[in-house]
């Protein structure tokens, strides 16, 4: 008896963990979709072995305590797949004010079938709370399912955190007939809602939230890099070109200008991004960016400096909803591209890059290109393809890199 107790604690332990790694692992520069499915087959391992335990995986789970974002992930996902209200309503009381709960809380939801949520996300949708409502715009906009008059009750209620996550929720669905309603709040007095609002509107195809997008990247916060990716791909060729020339003449704003050059993905950025490879302080920043541009994988054709010390781990992003902050330390898992090879490369190879277009890691966007990338590229690459997707395929939903890899497998099988 202790043996299994054992084993049901290991399995409890080991699926917050490791969720918890999934959850780093599906925004990082080092991962594809083959990883993320690999990471998840190493999860639901554990939360299948928990399920079978039934009530004694329940009491394992709740043991654990909640505190961390994992424990709430595993709390959540159990307690509906044993259809244990009491304890889905407990867990929702205690990650109320927890922000680092959110995002494991709707990573659960997204995780369980349909089939299992029938009644819980009506009735997130329908309380008078603003954070189950708040869940419930999550787990709708991780399904890409509309929240319908939910979503016009989000938009209209006070709690700014209920009303940014509806606006979110406007671009990731691909609700264009909802433009208006996002441009409505484009000088929101709460940044959160102000970049949702902008970030959606622009998706979607507004020209009105372009000055508001630049503000946010050029501004440190967490928003800063889902500004950059968006922005610079909103913009004329000519614009964008000005646009980041002012990045790039900022006192921070070098690795921000190299980056918006990738996402850009014109090969007239591939000579001054490779002057940038004997710069101690981006040239890996500078490396993904000639990746993007080129599609070449500078790992895989062994074109990297090996450095002398293996850099830290990244640190975990708190940012309650999981999107990419700012911080330089998400460069870490970047590979550092070796001057001369990269030189020796590029003399070879750059008459396949004409300056002058639109490039997504080295072929010109295109649906059936971009569907590529999404299939085969790393997780960075895979999102900026999804938004490149998204605005020549506007009122369609925002393909999701960082759902569940079986399901998103699917999806592009599907086409």
């Known amino acids: ?83 244990k209200k009491d304890c889905v309503d407990a867990l929702l009381l205690a990650s109320e004010d927890n922000s680092e709960a959110h995002r494991a809380m709707i990573s659960a939801l997204g995780w369980l079938t349909p089939d299992k949520l029938q009644g819980v996300v009506k009735a997130l949708l329908s309380s008078d709370s603003p954070h189950r409502h708040y869940l419930g715009i999550g ?70 939230a372009i000055n508001n997008l630049k503000s946010f990247a050029i501004t440190d916060g967490s928003r800063r890099r889902a500004a950059v990716e968006l922005v610079i791909k909103l913009m004329p060729l000519e614009a964008a070109h000005s646009w980041i020339r002012e990045l790039a003449a900022q006192p921070d704003g070098l690795r921000w200008a190299l980056m918006s050059a990738g996402y850009l993905g014109d090969p007239f950025y591939l000579e001054p991004v490779m002057k940038q490879f004997t710069n101690d302080k981006v040239a890996q920043v500078a490396g993904e960016a000639f990746e993007n541009i080129t599609g070449l994988s500078i790992y895989e054709q062994s074109l990297e400096i090996i450095p002398e010390t293996v850099p830290n781990d990244e640190e975990e992003n708190d940012d309650q909803d999981g999107d990419d902050s700012d911080q330089s330390n998400d460069d870490a898992a970047l590979v550092i591209p070796d001057p001369e090879k990269m030189a020796f490369w590029y003399t070879s190879n750059h008459q396949q890059f004409p300056a002058g277009q639109r490039l997504n890691c080295g072929k010109p966007i295109s649906r059936h290109h971009l569907a590529h990338v999404l299939r085969s590229g790393k997780q960075r690459q895979r999102r900026s393809a999804a938004i490149d997707l998204a605005i020549i395929n506007r009122g369609a939903p925002l393909f999701e890199t960082r759902a569940k890899g079986q399901v998103q497998l699917e999806s592009l099988e599907k086409g």
């Open 1 to 83: 008896m202790k043996l299994l107790e054992d084993v049901i604690e290991e399995h409890a332990e080991e699926a917050a963990f490791l969720w918890q790694q999934r959850d780093m692992a599906v925004r990082a520069p080092d991962f594809d979709l083959d990883d993320v499915m690999e990471w998840d087959e190493r999860v639901e391992a554990h939360l299948d072995g928990l399920l079978i335990a039934g009530e004694t995986g329940w009491q394992t789970t709740a043991a654990l305590g909640f505190d961390d974002p994992g424990e709430f992930f595993i709390g959540l996902w159990l307690a509906i797949a044993l259809g």
């Open 139 to 208: 787990a709708c906009a991780v399904h890409r399912v509309n929240p319908g008059k939910a979503l016009d009750l989000a938009l209209k209620r006070e709690s700014p955190a209920l009303r940014a996550r509806g606006l979110k929720a406007i671009g990731e669905l691909g609700l264009i007939e909802r433009i208006t309603e996002a441009e409505s709040d484009l000088d929101h007095p709460d940044s959160e809602c102000r970049f949702w609002a902008s970030w959606s509107a622009g998706l979607l195809g507004s020209d009105k």
